[in-house]
């Protein structure tokens, strides 16, 4: 058995191989990673939960294979650093992970709030480190959207691959990277998926049970029908039902104006064949001027995007950019101003009122345990939660996928404690009975608005407070 | 003064048989046939409609009993513009069992999206679009050939309809199962436009809304009009549908009357269009009908003329009565001119004026007395007056001259298949057949 720990031009590399499996926590102690397998699942799995993992010592580190594997394996090409088959790779091996260690250092340790900040943080850091490398979009049949960016894909679950196309457009749109246009392609408007059946459909009924004929014009006794009409078993070739002569020459005595479908499951007759497009991964059946059109790029570090690895980045209102759009949810301005109207309604009508906050704590990790659906999920499952124990007066702020912002209205400040003893009570059973089994830490605060006379300042001394 | 004087003096100085021999072609060929003949229709028809009262309302009950599927076949090119608004007035149709069958013949304009958005919201059954333009005959058999109704209504798409029209053109044909067509009153909508749609308006009202109710009695009725026709679809079938125009309204009436179907004419089944405004346009229009007499009459279907074992006393008649009205008439004109100026030369101009008198005053006559029989007395009758003594110098120059220019270029050249109305590729196999 070959010895796990090689030696290159003093650099210290690890040897993955089938009978030594992978331990990523010992993967930190050293420069490198040789992996050295035939089986080429063994290879991407390897390297898929190095460049999955959650701490940059591990996903960053560089990969070299020991043998050549197919190309199909996209992973594994996209996401190594080079191949070393001998000796005579040593040269270009270190040079390489000498090269991406010093990049590491100029890394800044940011961490990201929210699971998709974690995601485009990964592979900018990736990117970095790898020579200002190329995001580039590879096609991949088991890709959901069709193309794959395994640098991103690496921080999602294969069904969440299209909103790999969201956080990048935030990025981009944040100007940390640069697009060149590669192809347009159209998504379900449903789920965002990019498999798609095309067919052609009834306008009516939306059977695809129809056959088309065409239309046959002949010209001496002006008769015009479908072909079938001009055939029959008594005479070969075309022949008019309304002269009974034989219809011989296209463009001399007949011509074919148009084609007439005919739907078997509806019996109507109809020349605007709908197209449709179904969806495999949601069974949406959609006409296709609704599908979403979507474009994929190849994408250069931008020097902001540089600056942004190097000394941190902002990843403000990407929760408003794309996280949980679809819910149409209430947004921090309008949160801000409902709540300095409380503020006043406190003054005046010397009502108690107070403000609840509710954060979850280390919502990247959790996201990546998780998987981003699967905690997209748990949030607005505590979201509708904690909406349907407000009443009409009250109102909800989800801030960046993590924080839960609301106003209650109470009898004194004492009760305030209690109630947010109840929310407590309700979410840790709501967290244990769907999603047992994973840790999720949340802190709570609360304070009341009858000390402040502008909601944007209570809101800003109770965030401070959650830190 | 002095010609006013003289003018007088010949009139009174003129006897019966003076009166004859210059005015014989007044007396004989318009005011027997066009007047006499006529109003002696026209009151036995009224007198005999307390008779057929029963009749219509046993037939009128049918319909409304059978409630059977009417197909109505709108063909055109280049109508997307008309469309909606023959759609709102089928809409408010009295009689709603029907089918929209809207067939595009190649138009160039946006129709097709026009068509395909009214059909898209359920305002049309069938739309079809053929890229390549055909001819109206070919688009008219199309919708002919999808038409799932037992009577077949062919409309124009520029063409609006009273609401009860549909009920009232397909009630005929429970009155007289033996009616393969019916003609509907075709009105002009656009009277008040210029001077020339104003007389347009007249004429349709003497020969379409009151003339075609006596050649109907007298079963000499010869052209269904394509604006507002309704048909027998099986009768439609046994002929083929329409063969190629242009004058396609008048040769599917004798193709229907020859398998001996009976053709009726339905005043109260009224459709409203849109004259030509402008003489010009209406001398081009009326160049395109009047060949029809002599390529259809005179050439395609004058075995209706000769003995054959589908002959016909009354089709005979109904053709005799076409041509020589229409055509045989029109020439004799010229010989009467001729006939005046080389024998009464010194007495023309007193002539000519009398001509001008008598046929003013017998329009005058006609006008006012025939309105009696309009069957909606609401219809503008005092707004035409003024233009009556003009109606003399439009039908008996401008129309005569328009139809002999019509008659010598289809004699002489067949000039009917080149007229573009028709697409070239049907029209030379229509001529090389002697269709």
Wanted: proline fraction near 3%; glycine fraction near 6%.
């Amino acid at each position: 058995m070959q010895s796990p720990i090689i030696i290159i031009d003093n650099l210290q590399f690890v040897r993955l191989s089938v009978e030594t499996g992978l331990d990523t926590t010992q993967i930190m102690a050293f420069d490198g990673v040789l992996i050295d397998a035939k089986d080429a699942s063994f290879v991407q799995n390897s390297i898929l939960t190095i460049r999955r993992h959650h701490q940059p010592e591990v996903y960053l580190k560089p990969i070299f294979l020991c043998q050549a594997h197919p190309q199909a394996f996209i992973h594994i090409h996209a996401l190594s650093d080079g191949q070393y088959i001998n000796d005579k790779d040593n040269t270009l091996v270190s040079s390489k992970t000498r090269k991406i260690f010093q990049k590491t250092l100029e890394l800044t340790d940011t961490k990201p709030n929210s699971a998709y900040g974690a995601a485009i943080k990964k592979a900018l850091d990736y990117m970095y480190c790898r020579e200002n490398r190329i995001l580039q979009p590879i096609l991949d049949p088991f890709s959901i959207i069709g193309y794959s960016f395994p640098e991103m894909s690496v921080s999602f679950e294969t069904h969440e691959e299209a909103q790999i196309l969201d956080a990048l457009d935030w990025a981009e749109k944040n100007e940390l990277i640069w697009p060149d246009f590669q192809e347009k392609i159209y998504v379900c408007n449903q789920c965002s998926g990019g498999l798609l059946s095309y067919r052609e459909v009834c306008p009516h009924c939306q059977s695809s049970h129809t056959y088309g004929e065409d239309l046959v014009h002949h010209f001496p006794c002006a008769y015009i029908g479908p072909i079938s009409d001009f055939t029959n078993e008594n005479h070969e070739g075309l022949h008019c039902p309304k002269c009974n002569k034989g219809v011989h020459h296209i463009g001399v005595d007949y011509d074919k104006p148009s084609v007439l479908f005919h739907c078997n499951n509806c019996d109507t007759k109809f020349q605007d064949l709908y197209v449709k497009a179904k969806c495999l991964s949601c069974k949406n059946d959609v006409e296709v001027q609704y599908l979403q059109s979507r474009t994929i790029n190849t994408y250069k570090l931008t020097s902001k995007g540089r600056h942004a690895v190097t000394k941190g980045f902002e990843e403000q209102n990407i929760s408003k950019d794309f996280n949980f759009i679809e819910r149409n949810l209430i947004g921090e301005e309008t949160f801000i101003s409902l709540l300095t109207q409380d503020c006043k309604r406190t003054q005046i009508e010397e009502r108690n009122i107070g403000l609840l906050a509710i954060h979850i704590q280390d919502t990247a990790v959790l996201a990546r345990e998780m998987g981003h659906y699967r905690f997209k999920k748990m949030i607005l499952e505590l979201y509708d939660i904690i909406a349907n124990e407000l009443n009409p007066l009250e109102y909800l702020y989800l801030e960046q996928g993590h924080t839960f912002f609301f106003n209650q209205y109470i009898g004194s400040d004492e009760n305030i404690a209690s109630i947010q003893a109840s929310f407590q009570a309700r979410l840790d059973q709501l967290i244990h009975h769907n999603h047992g089994g994973i840790a999720i830490s949340m802190k709570y605060q609360h304070i009341s608005l009858k000390e402040w006379k502008d909601g944007s300042e209570a809101l800003k001394k109770i965030k401070s407070q959650l830190n | 003064m002095e010609f006013i004087d003289e003018f007088f003096l010949f009139v009174s100085s003129m006897d019966w048989e003076k009166f004859f021999r210059y005015f014989y072609f007044f007396v004989v060929f318009e005011f027997l046939r066009f007047f006499v003949v006529e109003l002696f229709v026209l009151l036995l028809w009224k007198f005999t409609h307390r008779f057929r009262k029963q009749r219509w309302e046993k037939a009128h009950h049918e319909l409304w009993t059978r409630m059977p599927l009417v197909s109505i076949i709108v063909p055109g090119k280049n109508e997307g513009k008309h469309i909606f608004k023959l759609v709102q007035s089928l809409k408010e149709q009295t009689y709603k069992n029907f089918e929209l069958i809207v067939i595009d013949d190649g138009s160039d304009d946006d129709t097709e999206r026009i068509c395909r958005s009214l059909k898209k919201n359920g305002m049309i059954d069938l739309f079809i679009r053929n890229d390549v333009r055909g001819g109206k005959a070919s688009a008219a058999n199309l919708g002919l050939r999808f038409a799932k109704g037992e009577f077949v209504v062919h409309l124009d798409a520029d063409c609006s309809y009273w609401p009860d029209a549909i009920e009232k053109i397909v009630r005929v044909f429970y009155f007289d199962e033996r009616v393969g067509g019916v003609g509907g009153n075709v009105q002009v909508r656009n009277y008040k436009d210029s001077l020339v749609s104003t007389f347009q308006a007249i004429e349709y009202f003497d020969s379409i809304s009151i003339g075609r109710i006596s050649s109907s009695e007298l079963g000499i009725y010869r052209v269904i009009s394509g604006a507002f026709g309704a048909f027998r679809k099986k009768a439609l079938d046994k002929i083929g549908g329409w063969d190629i125009g242009p004058g396609l309204d008048g040769d599917i009436t004798v193709k229907l009357r020859k398998i001996g179907y009976k053709v009726k004419y339905e005043p109260d089944a009224v459709c409203k269009t849109n004259a030509p405004d402008t003489f010009r346009k209406l001398a081009n229009q009326r160049l395109r009908w009047d060949k029809s007499l002599i390529r259809f009459r005179l050439r395609k279907h004058l075995d209706v003329l000769l003995p054959s074992k589908n002959f016909s006393w009354l089709n005979f008649f109904s053709f005799l009565e076409n041509i020589v009205y229409n055509l045989v008439l029109n020439f004799k004109w010229y010989f009467y001119i001729i006939d005046i100026i080389f024998n009464f030369t010194s007495l023309l101009p007193f002539i000519l004026l009398t001509n001008l008198v008598l046929y003013t005053v017998n329009f005058f006559v006609k006008f006012i007395l025939f309105s009696a029989f309009r069957l909606n007395h609401k219809e503008p009758i005092a707004y035409f007056i003024p233009y009556l003594p003009g109606m003399v110098i439009y039908f008996g120059y401008f129309l005569r001259f328009t139809r002999t220019v019509a008659y010598l270029q289809e004699i002489f050249w067949k000039a009917s298949y080149k007229d573009p109305w028709n697409p070239e590729k049907s029209s030379k196999f229509a001529k090389a057949m002697k269709l």
